[in-house]
């Protein structure tokens, strides 16, 4: 029944493109209200078909249409649905300091052990950072070929848009990074300060004693996983902000932006494959690691990857299956885990390509060395995200306002995010499993004639 409805959905969504298309052509001369009035039957019947599903990508796709729609047919009233995306970019800023503090200090207290494993975990910290570092780089280098956001007209935004900063000495900028008040730090949404104070608090916390060590960290590890299920939480109301977001766009800037959110798609998507190929390919034959063997154990966990816009989703099958061909339990125990809060290569590219995007959108000139330490807090602030879908959005937020930049290119973002965070999430899986087979040939521990049980035929 569902799927009828879905297929109902669809055939009506063709019928009322095939319309508009015939009847903006001049093909059929239809009053125009018969193609307006068929486009929104088409989305009723969609919103219909999706409302009991629960699925918040399919209510994004849907109130990103209606959006659309309504700031097209109807520019007055959609302008004023922007109250919806600025009450769900407040949601969102609410989550950024106690998600940033608790995700940092459990990833680096959390592995306070890392001497007792020694050159593994240098090791896997050394392969984290060279990796994440060719991502970040790939990133700016596809963002700056394709210019994904230059020609976004600024009409109607410009009275909102910050101005850019005065310029700054490089003691203002080393300054500015070091928090003087936490918690001025946080009221006023610098990021980076948190972030300092995180790090430090959290070499802090490993130094300290077992018992109280412990119970800090217990502390730390519960507010993060709180402020995991607070942003899931928050996450269903970004229909009605994508809705109201796009609706305004449209209604102030017509379709131009959308052009540029899906020019970001194709740039993100190709420098993605772009990394696969230039730098896993690479690394995985250096490092001697089989290649079909590697391909057939990492293809389900990697979907599932891709499908759920999950990396914690996947974790269980893909420890299996690096354990399948030969890398050893214990250094599959230890990498795989640490590398989901260091080694989030899709995200350190997406977030290098989304940063500049909304540098572009807005007009605003960056140079390479800004773009590089923007995109450096962004690599730090994104540790330990990897198992909320879409939370990368919220550090994405955090650092574009902590920049001096306006808020309303990620509304751009946030419209295609989906289809961006499959891709993204599916390259972390993939980054990750690979990183566990080449510290387990590393330590000369990988087992080439191994041929454990396959993952995808366990129950």
């Given at each position: 029944m569902a799927k009828s409805r879905l297929f109902l959905a669809a055939g009506t969504l063709l019928v009322a493109g095939l319309i508009t298309a015939l009847a903006a052509n001049h093909v059929l001369a239809l009053p125009a209200p018969v193609p307006v009035a068929a486009r929104w039957v088409a989305l009723l019947f969609l919103a219909a078909a999706v409302a009991p599903r629960r699925s918040l990508t399919l209510w994004i796709v849907v109130s990103m249409l209606i959006g659309i729609e309504l700031g097209h047919d109807a520019p007055a009233v959609a302008v004023s649905l922007k109250v919806l995306s600025d009450a769900f970019l407040r949601l969102v800023k609410t989550i950024i300091a106690p998600l940033v503090f608790a995700t940092l200090v459990v990833g680096i207290a959390g592995h306070a052990n890392l001497k007792q494993v020694g050159r593994m975990g240098l090791k896997a910290l050394i392969y984290f950072e060279i990796?994440?570092?060719?991502a970040l780089f790939i990133g700016l280098a596809a963002i700056n070929l394709t210019k994904a956001g230059v020609g976004i007209s600024q009409a109607g935004v410009k009275e909102e848009a910050l101005t850019a900063a005065p310029p700054q000495t490089a003691a203002d900028i080393i300054l500015h990074i070091f928090p003087e008040n936490i918690a001025k730090s946080v009221a006023e949404g610098q990021v980076l300060q948190v972030v300092i104070f995180a790090i430090l608090f959290a070499i802090g916390l490993a130094l300290t004693p077992e018992r109280p060590r412990r119970v800090m960290l217990e502390f730390c590890e519960s507010l993060s996983e709180v402020m995991f299920k607070f942003t899931n939480v928050v996450m269903y109301f970004a229909p009605l902000g994508v809705g109201g977001a796009l609706a305004y766009t449209v209604g102030k800037m017509g379709f131009a932006p959308?052009?540029?959110?899906?020019?970001?798609?194709?740039?993100?998507?190709?420098?993605?494959?772009?990394?696969?190929?230039?730098?896993l390919l690479p690394v995985a034959l250096l490092a001697r690691i089989p290649l079909r063997r590697f391909i057939a154990a990492v293809a389900e966990p990697v979907s599932i990857a891709f499908a759920t816009t999950s990396s914690e989703a996947a974790l269980p099958r893909a420890m299996?299956?690096?354990?399948?061909?030969?890398?050893?339990?214990?250094?599959?125990?230890?990498?795989?885990?640490?590398?989901?809060?260091?080694?989030?290569?899709?995200?350190?590219?997406?977030?290098?390509?989304?940063?500049?995007?909304?540098?572009?959108a807005a007009g605003v000139p960056f140079?390479?060395?800004?773009q590089l330490l923007m995109v450096f807090t962004l690599m730090l602030t994104s540790k330990g995200v990897a198992g909320v879908p879409r939370a990368s959005l919220v550090i994405l937020l955090a650092?574009?306002?902590?920049?001096?930049?306006?808020?309303?290119?990620?509304?751009?973002?946030?419209?295609?995010?989906?289809?961006?965070?499959?891709?993204?999430?599916?390259?972390n899986v993939l980054g990750n499993c690979l990183a566990s087979a080449v510290v387990a040939r590393w330590e000369g521990e990988f087992v080439?004639?191994?041929?454990?049980p396959d993952p995808a035929a366990v129950l």
């Open positions: 990796v994440t570092t060719f959308l052009l540029n959110a899906f020019q970001l798609l194709l740039t993100l998507y190709g420098a993605l494959v772009a990394f696969t190929l230039l730098i299996e299956a690096m354990e399948s061909i030969g890398v050893p339990r214990r250094i599959v125990a230890f990498v795989m885990p640490t590398g989901y809060s260091f080694n989030l290569d899709g995200t350190t590219l997406y977030l290098s390509l989304a940063a500049v995007f909304v540098a572009q140079t390479f060395g800004q650092t574009v306002a902590s920049f001096n930049l306006p808020a309303w290119p990620v509304f751009i973002i946030l419209g295609i995010d989906a289809l961006m965070d499959m891709a993204r999430t599916a390259v080439d004639d191994y041929h454990g």
